[in-house]
């Protein structure tokens, strides 16, 4: 079992950058893969980012590309979305998630479905 602790969001101007984090519990992180959605008002949840268990394998989604970076801290069981160029699109509750490491991550990463785990969730507001 694990369990996830997302923390960070707040209210930025366009242009601004923040850093979310999300702090894991009850497992190893070496252990799991994770990743970060998010969900706008009236819109389904999705894919941000993800990261393989060592790190060593990023993936991002189009519109974030370039733009935010996930890292992870395994010695501190943490996760970090760090978002930069933030746009008004980027509005939304972002989430992460894990699941234990197998090698389907690599052809689902993306799927809101392959995640067992989740973060409560954190506002991320940009102001135009």
């Known amino acids: 079992q694990v369990q996830l602790v997302d923390a960070g969001g707040g209210l930025v101007q366009a242009g601004g950058s923040l850093r979310l984090s999300c702090a894991a519990s009850?497992?190893?992180?070496?252990?799991?893969?994770v990743a970060w959605f998010r969900q706008a008002p009236g819109k389904e949840r999705e894919f941000v980012s993800s990261?393989?268990?060592?790190?060593?394998?990023?993936y991002y989604a189009d519109a974030v590309k370039g733009r935010f970076t996930v890292s992870r801290d395994n010695a501190k069981n943490t996760v970090y979305l760090q978002m930069n160029s933030l746009k008004p699109e980027d509005t939304a509750v972002y989430y992460c998630a894990a699941e234990d490491w197998n090698t389907a991550y690599f052809r689902d990463y993306a799927r809101t479905s392959w995640y067992t785990y989740w973060g409560q969730g954190t506002q991320v507001t940009v102001s135009s």
């Open positions: 009850g497992r190893t992180s070496s252990s799991y893969a």
């Open positions: 990261s393989s268990r060592s790190g060593s394998n990023t």
